[in-house]
């Protein structure tokens, strides 16, 4: 063959130059047709690993053992172990897991954190770049404003100023350089660590291209370090004070120069993941709530969810969901795929519809008016359901048999967590079927447990926080909580239908507040806007109130 074009020719087999070969062995790093398979695990001097040639690579040799092939992972040394360190004491009682799927779930969280760095990370601190290269820019001529307000105060004075006005225009010239000292050293870090995403993002994709178990196995993720963004300098420019031309105290009627004023902030960027939640500004809450705007659906409601924060989706006791404009007009409604009542609604990230149905057993989006099933299950039955500002789904569901109850966060189809037990293994939450579900600003989940009279918080995690069972200064019912939302302070917000009112609680269970002066009745479903407005579902009535409260 004219090893010119022996770059070009198809794979061969390396024993017989069969073309595309489709089994491989990894521990001779040979290409095997199958006739030739049996031949090569002749050969009894090796020890020999074939597998399909899509998967070479895929069997590291044992660094410990010369020659071995390994075939688990050991999860408390987490790495790769061969048959001869099994027999060995140092993995007794270790936990052995499928080397292949740790390999994948290697190469997923490669791919995450190549895909955060590309799409999210780098293009963050290029952006900062830009900004700070704006500000250079515009650098020169705010300053020149400076040296001519300086210079034109001067030439009404005498001749004996000037050595004032050459002062300051000194003190000028030296905050411009520091100021831009600091601008350029900004600048520089942030390039440089720009420099080191993109190294990184380098690195990763050739760590996936080359299928190389070793790196794969060795990488440890970086991204941490990239999301916390530097501290942002801020420097006030100077300021030029005009005095009116007087003979005495020349020197302090001049005018005088402000200081350079050099402070730090955060930068006002957030990195899409869930770690990366911003800290709105702190609202107070007033003293005496105001119902600003009721809508009257003319059916009995159970939830409500904002589309925006001009459009609001509802569900009751039918099969229609209806979306309605703020002023109360019906602009759409959608029939359940099976015709039977939703239990409760939500609103994703990107716009859609989320219903659950217990009837079928299903979780359904609608995606420009078609409904789709994302969630089927078995054994248990689905009813209330909010979406996680990662995009996430959680959806609270009870047992066949009414006597198990828990929480299930879902990426898709896929389920990505459970919580149902406490530490101690008790049961966080009642057999009931009603429990809203609403996630706080601080990832924390928060379940209004009707039957267990309580919300029940736990972390991301699925560590309890706390239970909040009722604050009884002013209620004279038991406090009976049904719908649950939270707002831009992390507080949350329940409805008691037992005491027809609100009731507000910190992020850390603490009572705040009630609202009760807004003639509420029959209270069901919560949420808030992005404005921070309560929107609440009254039941009998069939009516939406907004309430300002903040």
Known sequence: MDPRLSAQDVLRCDLCETPVPPMYCDSCHVKLCKACVGEHLSDLSKEHKVVPYKQKGTTPKCPTHVGKLCEFHCKECDLPVCSLCLTSNFHKGHTLLNLLEIMKTKQKAIQKDLDELSNSVCPKYEEIAEEIEREKTNLEKQYKKLTTAVITQGEDWHRE????????????????????????????????????????????????????VSLTSAYNSRNAKFRSLPLKVNVSLPRFSLQKISADNLNQIFGSLSALSITTEEHGYTMETPEAVSCPPVKPLLDEPELIATINTGFKICSVTCLSDEEIWTCGNDKIMKLYKRQGKLMKSI????????????VTRSGDLVYTDPGTRTVNIVKNDQIQEVIRLQGWIPHNVCSTSSGDLLVTMVSDAEEQSKVVCYSGSTEKQTIQFDSKGKPLYSTGNIKYISENRNLDICVADWEAKAVVVVNQTGKLRFRYTGHTSTATKLFKPLGITTDSQSQILTADLSNHCIRILDQDGQFLCYIDNCDLWSLWGLCVDTRDNLLVAEYASGKVKKIKYM
Request: aromatic content about 0%; some cysteine; charged content about 35%.
């Open 161 to 212: 100023i000037n050595i004032i006005v050459n002062k300051q225009k000194s003190e000028i010239d030296e905050m411009k350089t520091k100021h831009l000292a600091i601008l350029n050293k900004q600048e520089n870090e942030i390039k440089q660590i720009i420099s080191e995403v993109k190294q990184c993002i380098v690195d990763l994709e050739k760590i996936l291209d080359s299928k190389d």
């Open 335 to 346: 029939k359940t795929k099976s015709g039977n009542t939703p239990d409760d609604i939500a």
